[in-house]
């Protein structure tokens, strides 16, 4: 019996939670608190990378499983593996809790403890999400991440955090409760063909379920998913999280959080029920293609920066669901591309944002103006970052919207058509914020004595900017891996082909997959 | 003779314990400090080991009561209750001057009722319990005399109340008249040979059992008296009769619907569905408006109640064993709460409205946290024991077909999370009002609550064994 390295990712940052409790919450006390979390969340960080240097890029299977009964009265089991997909998510998280610490390393001055005890546990629970191969299990992960994301908008957040950290918590749970009422389900119908309860995501996938059920446990399911990415009409909730939220709070909830949305599409709602997944994927297209635009139209006209990220994310999710959608492998693999890409660069934009507020406790965008002299370092990293969240070659955005458009072409060209001028529209809006900030004379007189990036926020920003022209030059280290647990996947999807030919009641709206 | 008394022993061993607390009561002197929760304490132990040993050896006295496993685990929630309940009424009888004695006897009374409501077998031995049970906390409810709320609590606890045992006791007769005999396995099973076609009779005799106790488990329409009634009761009592009497009512409704009526079954379940979907929505959505803790958590528990009565309603494996261990879940948790808010009362301000909150993790960090633990694993948030014990209500909803009802229980406790978490933002999110001081916790009170969110923990991580417990314990009857 090996090391088991996918609890412990769940484990350490929780007993790192646990051990600052024995941490007295004060002010001299405090340094000592962040560095104890920060030493946490790189190991955390170390440990994700190891998983992925011992990974088996040729395998489609799950790997590194461990799987104790846990309810063996509801056939309940404790089951954890990663492929290829989770993989990359999983070092994501790794790779933006301690950044998402450290950029709060100042501007995080009261109850420090308990915000590093709530990032911790919420990295704890985000990893279970993405590891969990127990529908069960997932949930739990699902809705417990929930609470600390909660007291994080809630406590350390700006002036209408109570509104936004409830109607968070509100909008996550009215979807995620009715799917779990099609987990259960799912579980009572395994009963009636197995003769047994269980949540075991694989044998789930081996259930033949009846196509009126399947509509159902899919809607139930890709709305508890939708409101996470957030789809369009579903996203109202995300620019207050966002804008309400302190920066370590955007960052995970942009780089990490959202991205539960698409996996669990990708992971659960096609893979389980293929034949519901194709008659509903050309609506997911359009509404992503709708949220893609919106999105990037809204964003265009808002005056406050972190606004205007928020919005850029929900036109960047849309291109993700639009690569699902799509359901052929250069879309799913596009969109599980973007999903590392747009966390990395989205955080990076939050990073950014908030070193400006730290500096000038505004985001508004006509506060600034011509900081490019002032602050060069700080706007070279944004110019980076910018650019890498509008897709130019070389960087990573570029790689995932790529592979999406293409896919969309194959399943839609119209679809594809609309989405492309989200691509145009999404440097348009990038660009002029930046050009508004950045360049210019300095017209706001505060602006002209602020302090460039300090030894910390480079520590902060650098590996972000790393990892961008990492993604963008050499993404066949990520491609390939991904690869067979991508097809594998489609497989799964591809199920109703046969499903399809045998029956003759299925609707035509659906025959446009080629 | 004396072998018959077997069953009971654990009933005994508390009414033991009540005469003695009566005893010590009129030996103390005005303000002498006696250890009289410590007697309560003792007695409840032996309870707990009678208990144990009776387990799984299914006996009987007088024909009358039987010691099931069913009976046996709710007794243990029983016994739960007690314990946490004398613990945490401590700093409230101190604070108040109550009659210490009296008030350990009447709650050691009153469990002795809802210990024998759990395993009768006999509808007039539960009618005998239910008024056994009840009659001590309508006295408990109006123990702060100096109160008028408490006494207008009181009085309408005690009128309601009394007004259901009268029709709990019209529908014993009714069902006497049509059987010739109130012993629920007999019942049973003549209902069971003209089940075919129910007569009028049937039907009044069971529709006037329900409303029996739906009166006690604060079921939709019959709810009114519960939100005075915990207002107004010190908070000691209220958690105390939120979870109590609701654990001893549910154990008989299942054991009087599911074993003795279920040949009717076809004719209560449409009245049950109605009634439960009305008590999960108007006990979740009154709650809402609520601006006073304890009134919030009385709708609350109406609430819940509904979530028991949707397992009662699905009647398969799942959703006996849901009953059992919902009822452990929600006592563990209500209990907690509140001897929480039991320990932010001071002499002249009941501190329950919702802003006394504020600021509260400020200053009382870890009352605060387990106050947020007890408030989400009401509202169903994993890793909490709320979680596990909803999660099985909706299984056996879904097992049993009553998806409508499941959709209805999962909306409802969305909202509930609402109200739930306004507290939570009180005390974490909004800076002191400068209004209330927070006194120190008592060391015992604080273990209590220590203990009840440990349980609520192990609960919800790891509840096979508890799972099995409440298995076994529906595989003897039913």
């Known amino acids: 019996m090996s090391f088991p390295i996918l609890s412990s990712l769940v484990v350490v940052p929780i007993v790192g939670a646990l051990l600052l409790l024995f941490v007295k919450d004060d002010e001299p006390h405090a340094a000592l608190v962040r560095n104890v979390s920060l030493m946490v969340s790189v190991l955390v960080f170390a440990e994700t990378l190891l998983l992925w240097s011992r990974f088996n890029a040729a395998s489609a299977d799950f790997q590194f499983v461990e799987r104790y009964a846990w309810i063996p009265q509801f056939g309940i089991s404790y089951a954890v593996g990663v492929d290829g997909i989770s993989l990359f998510l999983l070092v994501l998280t790794g790779f933006l809790t301690p950044l998402a610490l450290l950029s709060s390393w100042e501007s995080v001055h009261t109850k420090t403890r308990a915000f590093c005890m709530f990032v911790l546990l919420l990295e704890a629970a985000m990893i279970g999400v993405f590891i969990s191969l127990d529908l069960f299990l997932f949930y739990v992960f699902w809705d417990a991440m929930l609470v600390p994301m909660y007291f994080l908008i809630g406590i350390w957040g700006y002036e209408r955090r109570i509104y936004a950290a409830v109607k968070f918590i509100l909008y996550t749970m009215a979807g995620s409760v009715l799917m779990l009422l099609a987990i259960l389900g799912l579980a009572v119908l395994h009963n009636a063909q197995m003769g047994s309860y269980s949540f075991d995501l694989q044998r789930m996938y081996t259930l033949s379920i009846p196509e009126p059920l399947q509509f159902w446990f899919f809607l139930a399911f890709t709305v508890a998913f939708a409101i996470k990415v957030p789809l369009f009409p579903f996203h109202t909730w995300l620019p207050d999280a966002h804008v309400e939220a302190p920066t370590a709070g955007s960052v995970i909830l942009a780089g990490v959080l959202l991205k539960m949305g698409t996996y669990g599409l990708v992971r659960f709602a096609f893979p389980l029920f293929p034949a519901a997944a194709a008659y509903f994927a050309p609506l997911l297209g359009v509404l992503a293609v709708v949220g893609i635009i919106y999105g990037a139209l809204v964003a265009m006209v808002q005056p406050d920066m972190k606004k205007l990220v928020a919005y850029s994310s929900v036109s960047h999710l849309g291109f993700v669901v639009l690569g699902i959608a799509a359901m052929n492998t250069q879309g799913v693999q596009g969109a599980v591309y973007q999903m590392l890409n747009h966390g990395v660069s989205t955080g990076g934009l939050f990073l950014i944002v908030g070193m400006l507020s730290d500096r000038r406790h505004t985001r508004l965008i006509a506060e600034y103006g011509g900081l490019k002299r002032i602050v060069p370092h700080l706007v070279a990293a944004f110019l980076i970052v910018t650019l890498s969240s509008i897709g130019l070659p070389g960087l990573n955005g570029f790689v995932g919207e790529f592979l999406i458009l293409l896919g969309a072409f194959r399943a839609d060209p119209k679809l594809a058509a609309f989405a492309a001028t989200g691509v145009i529209l999404s440097a348009t809006y990038m660009l002029w914020m930046f050009q508004r900030v950045n360049y210019g004379e300095v017209t706001n007189e505060k602006n002209a004595v602020l302090p460039d990036l300090k030894p910390r926020e480079r520590l902060v920003i650098v590996p972000v900017i790393a990892m961008t022209i990492l993604m963008g030059v050499l993404p066949n280290l990520f491609l390939r891996p991904m690869e067979p647990s991508v097809e594998r996947v489609l497989g799964l999807m591809q199920r109703n082909q046969t499903l399809r030919a045998a029956n003759t009641h299925q609707p035509s709206a659906i025959s446009r997959q080629p | ?478």
């Open chain 2, 1 to 478: 003779m004396m072998s018959s008394l077997n069953a009971i022993v654990p009933i005994l061993c508390v009414t033991a314990a009540g005469l003695a607390a009566m005893i010590a009561e009129s030996f103390r002197d005005r303000g002498e400090a006696m250890p009289i929760a410590g007697l309560g304490i003792v007695g409840l132990v032996g309870a707990a080991l009678a208990s144990m040993l009776l387990w799984d050896r299914n006996l009987s006295s007088f024909g009358v009561v039987t010691a099931d496993n069913f009976g046996l685990f709710v007794t243990w929630i029983l016994i739960i209750v007690g314990l946490f309940s004398m613990v945490l009424a401590g700093p409230t009888i101190e604070r108040e001057r109550l009659p210490l004695g009296e008030f350990y006897a009447l709650t050691l009374f009153s469990l002795a009722g809802m210990m024998l409501m759990a395993i009768a077998s006999d509808l007039l031995i539960i009618f005998l319990a239910l008024e056994v049970l009840s009659i001590p906390v309508y006295v408990l409810t109006g123990i702060r005399r100096d109160r008028a709320t408490a006494v207008e609590a009181s009085f309408k606890y005690f009128l309601l109340g009394a007004f259901s045992s009268a029709f709990f006791l019209y529908g014993i007769a009714f069902t006497y008249g049509l059987t010739g005999t109130t012993r629920l396995d007999r019942i049973g099973s003549l209902m069971a040979a003209q089940a075919m076609s129910p007569t009028p009779m049937q039907l009044l005799a069971v529709g006037l059992l329900f409303v029996g106790f739906a009166f006690k488990v604060s079921a939709v329409p019959f709810h009114m008296w519960t939100p005075d009634a915990y207002e107004g009761a010190p908070p000691a009592v209220t958690g105390f009769m939120s979870t109590g009497v609701k654990a001893a009512a549910f154990a008989a409704f299942a054991r009087v619907f599911l074993a003795a009526f279920e040949p009717l079954r076809g004719d209560w379940s449409a009245v049950l569905w109605v009634v439960a979907a009305a008590t999960m929505i108007l006990g979740t959505f009154v709650g809402v408006t609520q601006t006073s803790v304890k009134r919030m958590l009385a709708y609350s528990s109406i609430a819940h109640g509904g979530y028991l009565l949707l397992a009662i309603l699905s009647a398969n494996d799942l959703g006996k064993g849901a009953v059992l261990f919902y009822l452990l879940t929600y006592a563990v948790t209500n209990l907690g709460a509140f001897g929480v808010i039991g320990l932010l009362e001071n002499r002249t301000d009941a501190n329950d409205h919702i802003e006394d909150y504020a600021g509260l993790w400020n200053e009382h960090p870890a009352l605060a946290a387990a106050m947020t633990i007890f408030l989400l694993s009401l509202g169903g948030f994993p890793p909490m024991a709320g979680f596990i014990a909803k999660w099985y209500v909706f299984s056996a909803a879904m097992k049993a077909g009553y998806s409508t009802l499941a959709i209805v229980g999962v909306l409802t406790s969305v909202v509930s999370v609402f109200f739930y978490l306004r507290v939570v933002v009180m005390m974490y999110m909004t800076p002191a009002g400068g209004r209330v001081r927070f006194p120190a916790v008592p060391r015992a009170a604080g273990v209590a609550l220590a203990v009840s969110a440990i349980l609520i923990f192990y609960l919800g991580i790891l509840p096979t064994r508890v799972l099995d417990w409440a298995a076994a314990s529906i595989s003897t009857i039913f």
